[in-house]
């Protein structure tokens, strides 16, 4: 496909360098390659060259020819077509490409990387095998969250929270953010009248703008931990713990402060309790190596599920 | 390269390429193939291409001039490819995100430069957004998008030590507790890497003691201790993400998961998952039963055994014997 490699070189260059944006018409006359005869043949090729190039970044525009036609033109303006200056340095093109290899995310950067190393005249020096890997998934619809984001345009979706109906949602993205290796988008719904975050991975079919850039104002700053739980248990509620020896560290690691002895050779603790469910679970999964001393609401509820499983024998 | 580039990954490189060539004219064939990762067959047929390229009119001074003299690089009269495509928003969007994803985690001394890195990509954004222009109260106003990455984990405070390990390749020495056992075991581990997956991180190695590559996850780790013992790093396998791997001969467990527990869907290896309405039923293997029936203790209510019956009589083994604590502690 040589043909076509070399047309759309061409066509870069002659709309980078037109004084007017260029007609279809004039495009097929002037610039080599697409003289073709056949009027629909060249429509079809020239819709796929501009789509393509739009794809790789090319800012290939639509404008009107002049003032006072209506007549429509394309033209690739230089000052959106070239890198601007971003001078990165050695360590920073180093780091950015461990950073990449780390994350997995070579294939979807490498040349982004490539490009900013011919800008910095430098190249990143080649990173041994990697030591350290996350397995970080790129965010679903990111092209469209963060330009909605950037341009304060609020988005529609179709959600799926689990086991329910997917229903259409109108949000005002605030932030994207990952935790626990999951992505959300944090924003205020429309239809909730509050800030909600929602699972990208839960979000069915295609995120569209539904709306005017500038919309909404500029959102206070999110307060990330409010909205999608920390991984360390925050909340102000504790639980009094006896914990076995062999899962005394284990338990040290939820407390708040260091460990008391207590008979037997157990240590006690006091633990954050945080999301109460996934505390209960914790607990039940420690078994006969850990006990609730208190509160005693708590402890009652670790017994009464404890004997709701205990009958589930014989 | 291995397979044959595409034509737009072809055009990609060769937009990334001559800029390059512009500032270093007279380039040798082995730094130009080496730095874009083609062969010289490739640069030269890139080089032809562009040699029938020009402005339109494609007259003698309007087209590129472009060649290998020799084992010398040059290309000329292209001043239009003098810079390279900026970013587009993809690019620059994945840059920043493995650049934030990493400048948090504790193993990377790398994070100062990342950091900047990182400021300066947040500057380019802006310019890769394409046609809608970004909406700023101010002129001066940084473009700054809200993107959060939080891989903060617990026992990540190991990694700093255990990246040092794997780079050197030094044999260290854990306390772990592990999973499926619940019990503690003093392990030597030739470590090989360091991955992070779910919200939890893992040294991936060859234990001494199972004998075999196993993960182990940093917040099992009671006590970490780097030796000075040096093994020969030589070739290590590539491992898969960190994950319970199930084997044939064990047990068969079936489990009713209500969506509080669907997570168990996804987070263990299961060899299949059916939804009934809002029960999903999951089939999955496991050695270690006791570490199933603390798994199914923990989630009470939100899921039920259908089989194997004796796993039902394990989780209210383990329910009776906990149960005893209690009534001990409730005494007089």
Redesign the interface.
Known sequence: ??E???R???L???L??TRRPMTAEEVRR???GYGQPDHEAFRRMFERDKA?L??????L?TRRVDRWSDLQGYRID?R?????E????R??????A???Q??G?VD??G?????????A?E?APHSP????????E??PH??VL??A?????PVRFRYRP??REPSARTVDP?????????WYLVGHDHDRGESRAFRLDRIAGKVTMAGE??AFP??PA?D?DDVVP???PGGPETAEVVAAP??A??VA?RARGGGRPDAGGWTAYTVAVGDR?DF??????????L?V?GPAEL?AE??E?????????? | MSRPAS??Q????????V??LL?HPGASVEEVTA??GLSRDELS?DLD??G?????G?GGGDLVEAWIVGDRVTVRMAD????????????????L???R???G?A??P?SP??A??ER??T?????????????R?RDDEP?S???????????DEH?PAL?EA??EGRVVRITY?SASK???TRREVEPW???????SWYLQGYCRLVQGPRDFRL??I?DLEVTDEVTDAGE?PALP?PAYQPAEHHEQVVLDL???A?WVAEWAVVEDATDRG?VRRVTLRTGEREWIA??V?????AVRVVEPPEL??A????????????RA?DGP
């Open positions: 496909m040589t076509r490699l070399e759309l070189l061409n870069v260059i002659a980078r360098e002037r610039v080599a393509d739009r794809a790789l970044g090319v800012p525009e230089p959106h077509y070239d890198l601007p971003v001078r990165l340095d360590d920073e093109l180093a780091a950015l461990l950073a990449l780390a994350t995310l979807e950067a040349v982004g990387l490539l490009k900013l190393e011919v800008d005249g190249a095998r990697p030591v350290v890997g996350v397995a970080f790129a965010p990111r092209e963060l330009a984001q950037l341009t304060r345009a689990p086991g605030h932030a994207l953010v990952h935790r626990r290796g999951r850039p500038g500029p959102p999110v990330v920390a991984p360390a062999e899962v560290w284990l690691r469910g209960l679970r914790w607990v039940l999964e420690l078994g006969p190596d006990e001393r402890r670790v017994v599920r404890l004997q709701r499983a205990a009958g589930g024998g014989r | 034509t737009l072809r055009l990609e490189r060769i937009l990334t390429m800029p390059w500032d730095r874009f047929s291409i562009l029938y390229c020009g402005l339109p494609y239009f490819f003098s810079r390279p495509l900026r970013l587009s928003l993809r690019e620059a969007l994945t840059l995100l493995a650049a994803a990493l400048s985690v193993a990377f790398e430069a990342l900047t890195a300066k990509l500057d380019l954004l802006g310019a890769s957004v394409a046609e809608a222009p970004v909406r109260e473009v998008p809200r993107i959060a990455v939080d891989l903060r984990a617990q026992g990694l990246r794997v780079v507790r619940a019990e503690v890497g360091l991955s992070g997956s779910l919200g917040d099992r009671r290590r993400p209500d969506v509080r669907w809002d603390r798994l203790l923990g989630l009470g209510d039902t009589e989780v209210a083994a383990l329910a009776r014997r906990t149960l005893a604590r209690y502690g």
